[in-house]
């Protein structure tokens, strides 16, 4: 987590769409340990990258095992880059999806 929340600006914000967004690298740590945290194995397929300039946008698979649940999650990320830092990442998915999939 030290080396993921190390490629964030400080007062960087994350906001998973359906959820409220976080800000600052302790906050988003926090968060993202929650999604991975009961999780024995993450993955990311990354379907698709485009750019342009300071703006990437990715189109991906997000899988997680957690216990015998299996959740596949198509994902949109939008990350704004500032100084070779993100400054913003945003991500738009199905919350219901992953409710029922994680729950089912």
Known sequence: MDELVGYFADDAIYHNIPMRPMQGKEAIAKGLSGFVSGARNVQFEMVHIGAAGDVV??????RFTLGEKRIEL????????KNGKIAAWRDYF???MWNKQSQG
């Open 94 to 96: 199905d919350v219901a």
């Open 74 to 81: 198509p994902v949109a990320g939008v990350f704004e880059l």
């Open 57 to 62: 946008f990715t189109e991906r698979v997000d």
